[in-house]
């Protein structure tokens, strides 16, 4: 499932290889119309949180958001025909990208792209994010810190996986209700730190040294102690911490 990194991380190069050409844009599975689309110029791929937004001349903005199983396949001969169940065809000059299984794809009207960015909290990748709104939403949020995290109108583009890693990195319970600012500050700034390491190498990093392991994400023990990870429920996903690392209190 494609957390805050991956989004970008598609952003960064589809903007690369697509930006400022004229797309040839189609729906094998035909549950898109591409006709405001097709023959038009991309101007550039965006991410905020987990959603995608292209912004092409002349047409409404296209607003994508993966959800669990979405994907994109890249392909450096547009002339490859495409899967039957691929939603959208993006083709270029030299690249086309394939969208496959996402939960959101549609043209949204410039109000609604208004709204879908009030909705979201700062997001770590964005070069606007404002840290100190960031502290503020943390530190204001309600209930247990691991479902806050998860909330995307408080910080977006956090996922399970970076939920749990991050707040392993700040020793912090994923329970723990109300954090303060200064606490807030250090989980944001890992968050900067971190999920741009997890951009640049297409996973999540939680320790630069050996960017496969995990800390506790979906571990049995802890890899710094050896502690039995818990694991529960805390905001409708399951929640890996270590007991020792990440004292109760
Ligand atoms: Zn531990």
């Known amino acids: 499932m494609p957390e805050g990194h991956l989004v970008h991380r598609y952003a960064r190069e589809q903007d690369a290889a697509l930006a400022g050409q004229v797309l040839a844009v189609s729906s094998p599975q035909g549950r898109f119309d591409p006709r405001p689309?097709?023959?038009?110029?991309?101007?550039?791929?965006?991410?905020?949180?987990?959603?995608?937004?292209?912004?092409?001349?002349?047409?409404?903005?296209?607003?994508?958001?993966?959800g669990m199983r979405g994907l994109f396949l890249r392909h450096d001969d547009s002339a490859v025909p495409p899967r039957p169940g691929v939603r959208v065809r993006l083709a270029g000059d030299r690249a086309a990208y394939d969208l496959i299984a996402p939960v959101r794809c549609e043209p949204l009207a410039p109000e609604r792209v208004r709204a879908l960015r009030d909705s979201l909290g700062p997001d770590p990748l964005r070069g606007d994010a404002d840290p100190d709104e960031a502290v503020r939403r943390l530190s204001a949020a309600r209930g247990a810190v691991g479902a806050a995290?998860?909330?995307?109108a408080v910080w977006a583009g956090i996922g399970n996986a970076w939920r749990a890693e991050l707040l392993f990195l700040a020793g912090l319970d994923p329970d723990r209700r109300g954090v303060p600012p200064r606490t807030a500050g250090e989980l944001w700034a890992l968050a900067v730190r971190h999920l741009a390491l997890g951009r640049d190498a297409g996973q999540v990093v939680s320790d630069p040294a050996a960017p496969d392991e995990?800390?506790?994400?979906?571990?049995?023990?802890?890899r710094r102690c050896g502690a039995a990870v818990?694991?529960?429920e805390l905001g409708a996903r399951t929640a890996y911490a270590c007991p020792v690392d990440q004292p109760p209190g």
């Open 149 to 152: 995290l998860l909330d995307q």
């Open 214 to 222: 995990r800390w506790v994400y979906k571990r049995n023990t802890c």
């Open 230 to 232: 818990r694991v529960w």
């Open 37 to 66: 689309y097709d023959g038009r110029t991309l101007r550039s791929v965006e991410a905020y949180g987990k959603h995608l937004l292209y912004h092409v001349d002349g047409a409404p903005t296209l607003h994508v958001h993966l």
